[in-house]
């Protein structure tokens, strides 16, 4: 079946319609037992669009960090973590206006990405792979401790950011404004992360160091920088998404960047990692199918968790490189 | 210089993972004028919240208290990080390493519940102060607590929603990783299919998992049935988060919980919309009546000015004080003898009143109903144990 190959190697929108699709077909099944209300059925839905983007918007750095360095970066969750506390003391201690905060704590994760980079990664450049991925697990240990030493393991609560919070009623669903504003943020950072990537010479050098590092070098690009950069475009996607994670889920521990961070990282996996659309396909397969699976199935609500491991094991059993992945051979 | 990175990594590395792992060894004191009281409880993790407030009733009994049988009483507390294996090796450690006389804990039953056969085989006499699933006492001649158990708050909370709320249908939401959870929504269900005489009077039951976040499925499930009250017995923050997100999805009935929501951050977490949930707790000031109250409620005024001591607090500080005079009954610090006299608690009056501890080991007292008003706990009712 050459066509349906054709729709799964790269078409973005495709893999999106076959997964609302494979939504109404549930809904359909559901509505035809008598389980399910419209009405309920939409705010299910809209509950796994937002909860799907944000998981988008922090796979994105799980993806780019792979395609040019081909290694999991496991501390991408607490990195994900330490925005929420900066986003905290900024929104808190300092009581900024929260556009400002954004932009503070879009700016300051960054940094911690790139000290990472730097102190954890860039040393064992030429190492093995897995000594990479352990130093990316020691560094995701060290932040959390790093974290609960700092600001104590009991939950602080992000404060309400009422422009964000407040309640949208469309007939019988309710959503808050955050939900609407994750998937808008979502999009919009896509768009320009895949026009950055295309069409700029930064892009095109990201891509180079993607394909072929060595070549790269050998070209003059500046390798370092380049996975600087990314490290940079993943921390602040991150912070971004832990920011409207904190508005919409008011509590922040030094552990929460744990749960989140596997779920991306199975979500990059699913979509394709090596693509960034990929990211944000997994992301909305997790984040919609994880609500319907409540939805759908109360009785089995408390293995929720259990979905996204599930479906990464489906999907690295019927077609590893992932739904927008294509398969690339190893050189020897 | 790759080398040294990687040693540098690897001891990071290993610091990270001990950390945590303070034993306070200091005092190498002999045995004789020292007597240890090990106190496990979550430091970090999910269920932080909780073991702090329990652990500032223990030190501040301690401060106020800090000589038995002329010997000076050291605690060595240990932090089991909201881990129910942590939680068992903790235990296991306090009583092989540090060699302790007695203990105290856990917050949250889940967590004491693994310790439970360590204990019963060391022969290490053990008190609860607010784990309340019958299970951490159940067969286990070594483990009492100074708390009641979730039977009788299951019909507390069973009767409060009947009565109180004028409930005829319940939706339970309960956290399926935590035994007392799960305990107490099932003892609640039981009442109250009892009370109503309906066998469907539960319309839905919605699980999660400690440490979740996102409630919206779960609760837009029970959106769809629409029972009078939603019983949430679980952790507080996420108890709140669960509030929060059903108020924000429309939900309006009536929430009403357990013990475990007493606690800050259950306030802070849920801010506005927690207000007016209601839920059973141990004891309120409202209800002191001994002149240990008085003192407590004194010194804990002096130490945080303005703030409200919690239940834990008051309990984990009647656990302490527990201990100092079933020692001092023994008139011997042999584990056995401490055992025996605790095992003999009658009308021991402490903070949250008078402790008796039945053939299980467990207190008997009243329960008090609560509720969230401008942002504080306040006293609604007394339900008598009786």
Redesign the interface.
């Known amino acids: 079946m050459p066509s349906i190959k054709k729709i799964f190697s790269n078409n973005l929108s495709a893999a999106i319609f076959v997964i609302i699709l494979v939504m109404a077909l549930i809904a359909l099944y559901a509505m035809m037992l008598g389980q399910?209300?419209v009405a309920?059925f939409l705010?299910?839905l809209v509950?796994?669009i937002s909860?799907g983007s944000l998981f988008a918007l922090i796979a994105i750095g799980y993806t780019m960090v792979y395609t040019i360095l081909s290694m999991i970066n496991f501390a991408h969750g607490d990195i994900f973590m330490i925005s929420l506390y900066f986003a905290f003391f900024a929104l808190s201690t300092f009581r900024m206006p929260w556009v400002l905060a954004l932009v503070c704590v879009a700016v300051l994760t960054p940094l911690v990405g790139i000290l990472v980079e730097r102190f954890?990664y860039r040393?064992?450049r030429n190492?093995p792979k897995n000594?990479v991925l352990i130093?990316a697990i020691?560094t995701s240990?060290?932040l959390?401790?790093a974290a609960?030493?700092l600001f104590?393991?009991?939950?602080?609560?992000f404060p309400?950011i009422p422009s964000l919070?407040r309640?949208i009623?469309i007939r019988?669903v309710?959503f808050?404004v955050v939900s609407l504003v994750i998937p808008l943020i979502t999009a919009i950072a896509l768009a320009i992360l895949l026009n950055f990537i295309h069409r700029t010479k930064t892009g095109i050098a990201m891509r180079a160091v993607a394909k072929d590092y060595e070549t790269a070098k050998i070209m003059g690009v500046n390798i370092n920088q380049i996975i600087a950069l990314t490290f940079i475009i993943g921390s602040a996607l991150a912070a971004v998404g832990g920011f409207m994670?904190g508005a919409?889920?008011?509590?922040i521990?030094?552990?929460?960047g744990v749960?989140p961070g596997l779920k991306c990282f199975v979500a990059a996996v699913v979509g394709g990692i090596s693509d960034i659309k990929g990211a944000v396909v997994g992301g909305f397969i997790l984040g919609l199918g994880?609500?319907?699976?409540?939805?759908l199935f109360?009785s089995i609500?408390?293995y929720?968790?259990a979905f996204a491991f599930v479906v990464l094991i489906v999907i690295l059993l019927v077609k590893p490189a992932g739904i927008l992945g294509t398969r690339v051979t190893e050189k020897v | 210089m790759k080398r040294t990175m990687a040693m540098l990594l690897s001891a990071l590395m290993s610091i990270s993972i001990f950390s945590g792992c303070q034993s306070s060894s200091g005092g190498d004191a002999s045995a004789s004028d020292v007597i240890k009281i090990g106190v496990f409880q979550p430091l970090t993790g999910d269920y932080a919240g909780g073991g702090e407030i329990e652990v500032e009733g223990i030190r501040l009994a301690n401060e106020l208290y800090p000589e038995v049988l002329g010997k000076k009483v050291e605690l060595v507390v240990v932090d089991n990080k909201s881990d129910k294996a942590e939680s068992a090796t903790s235990v296991a450690r306090l009583i092989e390493q540090d060699k302790v006389t007695a203990l105290i804990g856990s917050y949250s039953s889940a967590l004491s519940i693994p310790a439970g056969n360590i204990i019963k085989d060391a022969k290490v006499p053990a008190l609860g102060a607010t784990c309340t699933n019958p299970q951490v006492t159940l067969n286990n001649d070594y483990y009492f607590r100074v708390c009641f158990i979730d039977p009788f708050q299951g019909t507390v909370a069973a009767n409060y929603a009947t009565t109180k709320l004028g409930a005829k249908t319940a939706a339970i939401l309960q956290e399926v990783s935590n035994d007392y959870s799960v305990g107490l929504a099932n003892f609640f269900k039981e009442d109250f299919i009892k009370i109503t005489g309906d066998p469907n009077a539960i319309v839905d039951i919605e699980n999660y998992q400690t440490g979740d976040k996102d409630f919206s499925a779960a609760l837009t499930n029970i959106k769809s049935k629409n029972p009078d009250v939603i019983f949430a017995p679980g952790n507080f923050t996420e108890s709140a988060l669960a509030v929060k997100q059903a108020r924000l999805l429309g939900i309006e009935t009536p929430f009403l919980g357990g013990d475990t929501w007493e606690t800050p951050d259950f306030l802070s977490v849920g801010g506005a919309e927690v207000e007016g949930v209601t839920f059973s707790a141990f004891f309120d000031k409202n209800m002191a009546t001994t002149e240990e109250a008085a003192k407590f409620f004194e010194e804990y005024e002096k130490r945080h000015p303005g703030q409200e001591a919690a239940a834990a607090t008051a309990l984990g500080y009647d656990a302490y004080i527990l201990l100092l005079d079933a020692i001092t009954r023994a008139n011997s610090t042999d584990k056995e003898a401490i055992r025996d006299a605790l095992a003999q608690t009658s009308n021991f009056l402490g903070v949250t009143g008078s402790t008796t501890l039945d053939a299980n080991g467990d207190a008997v007292k009243d329960a008090v109903i609560k509720v969230v008003e401008n942002g504080a706990f306040k006293y609604l009712d007394v339900v008598s144990a009786q």
Not at chain 1, 253 to 256: A, F
């Open positions: 399910m209300p309920i705010q299910h509950n796994g909860l954890a040393p064992l190492a000594s130093s020691g240990f060290l959390e401790n609960t030493y104590g393991g009991r939950p602080k609560a309400d919070t309640v009623s019988s309710n808050q994670w919409k889920y008011p509590g521990t030094p552990m929460m749960m994880e609500v319907m699976i409540v939805a109360p609500s408390g929720r968790d």
